[in-house]
């Protein structure tokens, strides 16, 4: 297969007859998916790093894959890990291949991304997002871990996230999404728009939220509150923002954006609320530092690893 073909394809530029061209060619030899993967992380590793789109578009308007739009001047590149596989389905519903891709953003990054329908989204550290390179059919899908902003179009079609127990839908929207199946957290938080959440544990609850409000589990159901701080959805700007927050929830926390291991030496610390904002690219010594003033306690870090008592 020609490579201009295959990169129109990526770059969601491709015409139809191409489409149904690389789709027959897929089929044809198990090797054509190699080749057609080896390709993709070619192209997607070279947006990563022009931050421009594929050339030539032939559409009203076209997205890459992923942008690095002010990237460089709030954080260091995010390390990607890429994944595909293949669901297969042609503008018409038929079965056939369509290649999922899945970024994974480590500990200490973040990252922001569009994806095919213009959606903006915002990835935190430890997170991980799977989409298709094009959507199709009657809704667009996405699966999450972790946390994310998006900022979603209006296109009359359903942008969903699957986050395993939890499923956000909205039309068009902005939100944060912080899902995290390994500790069991859940929220959602509507900043304009309108969404709806469903949790599958529970068929029938559903929550929609206004603009202001977010969505929680508390002893496993859906539970709806006003946003209280808006501050903590700052992260997207390099900012560790907490509200009345206990020290050990904290240095949690702080292991995802400084990339870190806490180790207490010390069982007990004082208990006491805490609020503030870090710059998170100051480092974790800074941020330590800072939490000292309110909290006594010392340190000591090797490497990645830091003892607290």
């Known amino acids: 297969m020609e490579k201009h073909v295959l990169h129109r394809f990526f770059s969601n530029t491709a015409t139809v007859d191409e489409e149904k061209q690389l789709l027959a060619w897929i089929d044809a030899d198990p090797e054509h998916q190699k080749e057609l993967l080896k390709e993709r992380r070619i192209f997607d590793l070279t947006i990563m790093a022009s931050g421009k789109a594929g050339a030539g578009s032939r559409r009203t308007r076209s997205y890459p894959l992923f942008r690095t739009r002010e990237l460089a001047r709030i954080a260091a590149v995010a390390i990607l890990v890429w994944g595909m596989s293949f669901y297969f389905y042609s503008r018409t519903g038929t079965e056939k291949a369509i290649p ?52 979603v179009p209006h296109t009359g079609t359903p942008f969903i996230v699957e986050t ?16 995290n199946p ?25 929550v929609m939220l206004e603009p202001s409000e977010q969505v929680y589990v ?21 900012l560790f923002c907490f509200k009345n927050r206990s020290f050990n929830t904290l240095l949690e926390t ?9 180790m ?14 870090i710059r998170v690219n100051d480092g974790v010594e800074h941020a330590l530092r800072v939490l000292q003033k ?14 607290i008592k």
């Open 100 to 151: 999922l891709s899945t970024i994974s953003v480590p500990a200490g990054q973040r990252i922001n991304l569009t994806l095919p329908d213009g959606t903006n989204v915002w990835m935190n550290a430890r997170s991980e997002i799977r989409y298709p390179a094009v959507f199709s059919g009657e809704t667009r899908t996405v699966e999450l871990k972790g946390e994310a902003w998006f900022e």
């Open 164 to 179: 395993g127990k939890y499923v956000v839908e909205v039309l068009g929207t902005t939100f944060n999404l912080d899902a």
């Open 264 to 277: 207490m030496q010390e069982t007990t610390f004082p208990r006491k609320e805490l609020s503030g904002k």
């Open 294 to 307: 309110s909290i006594p306690f010392t340190y000591q870090k090797e490497e990645n690893l830091i003892y």
């Open 182 to 206: 390994d500790v069991t957290r859940f929220s959602a938080s509507l900043i304009e728009g309108k969404v709806r959440v469903i949790n599958r544990d529970h068929p029938g609850e559903e």
């Open 254 to 262: 702080m292991e995802k954006y400084y990339d870190v291991t806490f």
């Open 218 to 238: 508390s002893e496993g159901r859906l539970t709806k509150q006003a946003i209280a701080d808006f501050d903590v959805f700052r992260w997207r700007d390099g």
